[in-house]
């Protein structure tokens, strides 16, 4: 790995439409090289009750880990879209599911900015919360 590429990271939804709206926009506002994908369907959702799902919860933690302790990453956004497959919700519900994702992502423990994000229909347009 090149010493002078920076990175970043986002717990974003496994939907295509949304992987290269928070590519650009992490790039743009936070001046990264490159952006590690941690993604799952629903994300938002998975990390704000992680009891009901305490392994998938683990596995990404243990992949922002990798990010901020391998790649260097500073900056992890958390991020919920119009249409999610994973948590068919309005908007409203998934950034009340954004803010308790949060929560989680903080206790998690490592030394970053979190940031959540919100991608709009036209799968361009992304909303910092």
């Known amino acids: 790995m090149e010493n002078n590429k920076t ?8 939907d295509g439409r949304v992987q290269d709206a928070v590519k650009g926009y992490m790039q743009k506002n936070y001046r ?3 952006v590690d994908m941690i993604t799952e369907p629903g994300p938002n959702k ?6 009901l799902a305490e392994g998938l919860v683990e596995n990404i933690k243990k992949r922002v880990d990798i990010s901020v302790h391998h790649h260097g990453s500073k900056v992890v ?3 919920g879209h119009f249409g999610c ?3 068919p919700t309005e908007k409203e519900i998934q950034i009340e599911h954004l ?3 949060e929560e989680t992502v903080k206790s998690f423990g490592f030394p970053v900015e979190i940031i959540l994000l919100w991608v709009d229909g036209d799968w361009k347009t992304v909303e910092k919360i």
Do not use: E
């Open 85 to 87: 497959a994973g948590n």
């Open 46 to 51: 998975i990390l704000a009750s992680p009891g």
């Open 99 to 101: 803010k308790k994702a």
């Open 77 to 79: 956004a958390i991020i």
């Open 32 to 34: 990264v090289d490159y």
């Open 7 to 14: 990175f970043a990271c986002a717990i974003n939804c496994m």
